[in-house]
């Protein structure tokens, strides 16, 4: 979200710590479920993170007791976009007559895409082949262009509750923990916002001295452990289906 801070508008993480009453970012590590440890080309930014941010400097930052807390799962998220009070057309037929404010990954999200979706034209038009796998790109440009994002560092993901709002029967939620932004990779604003301009030009020069490869292809090492957490009851899943079919068929 966009606010004033000391005279200026300012990116900072949206959330119900900072005045935004409908939702708060997300973001943290993957749990240990998952089997998914910190990616190489990720590695040194979240350790980066982890040395200067901890229960000492934040007093809601999760400990190594806190349930869920996997510091070396993947860190997510990697990018941000722009997320509340996002100008929203008319919607007359469900009582929506004028532009409203509103917020979501549904709007961030694809923003995003779009952006990502611009850059490849410009590639392209340049003779460039297009982003495709961009995790490792997105590092290095980091720490080689670092004007290609705005680095978000105000703000957190805490969620004090929503004192009812959008909530059944007026239930609170609230999450205790969260994380605060800081300068570089943080798990509250990831690398910051694309800068569209220096973005696509610190991609051509990504693959002027990286090459497309590495960009087009995804860690060969994450797929088979993302693979075997989704499957590993694959038998259990054919034997729902049997029986559906066979209530399908006794009920025909």
């Not at 605060?180 to 610190?202: R, T």
């Amino acid at each position: 979200m966009v606010r004033p801070i000391r005279g200026k508008l300012t990116e900072t993480v949206a959330s119900s710590e900072n005045g935004c009453w409908r939702f708060t970012s997300g973001g943290g590590f993957t749990g240990t479920w998952l089997n998914q440890s910190t990616p190489d080309w990720q590695k040194k930014h979240v350790e980066a993170y982890l040395r200067e941010n901890n229960a000492t400097t934040f007093d809601r930052f999760p400990t190594n007791n806190t349930p869920g807390y996997n510091p070396g799962g993947r860190g997510f998220p990697d990018l941000v976009a722009y997320g509340d009070l996002f100008p929203s057309t008319p919607i007359p037929a469900v009582g929506i007559d004028s532009l409203y404010g509103a917020a979501g990954t549904s709007y961030s999200a694809p923003l995003v895409g779009a952006l990502f979706g611009l850059a490849n034209e410009k590639l392209t038009e340049s003779g460039y082949r297009k982003i495709g796998y961009a995790n490792p790109m997105l590092y290095w440009m980091a720490e080689q262009c670092t004007e290609a994002f705005t680095d978000i560092v105000d703000g957190n993901n805490v969620y004090s509750g929503s004192n009812g709002i959008n909530t059944p029967e007026g239930t609170t939620y609230e999450c205790l923990y969260g994380f605060p932004a800081a300068p570089g990779w943080d798990p509250a604003s990831g690398l910051g916002s694309i800068n569209f301009e220096p973005f696509v030009a610190c991609a051509k020069r990504y693959q002027d001295e990286v090459g497309p490869g590495p960009s087009s292809t995804p860690n060969p090492n994450l797929i088979p452990q993302m693979s075997q957490s989704i499957s590993r009851k694959p038998s259990v899943l054919l034997i729902a289906g049997l029986l559906t079919t066979l209530i399908g068929l006794l009920l025909a």
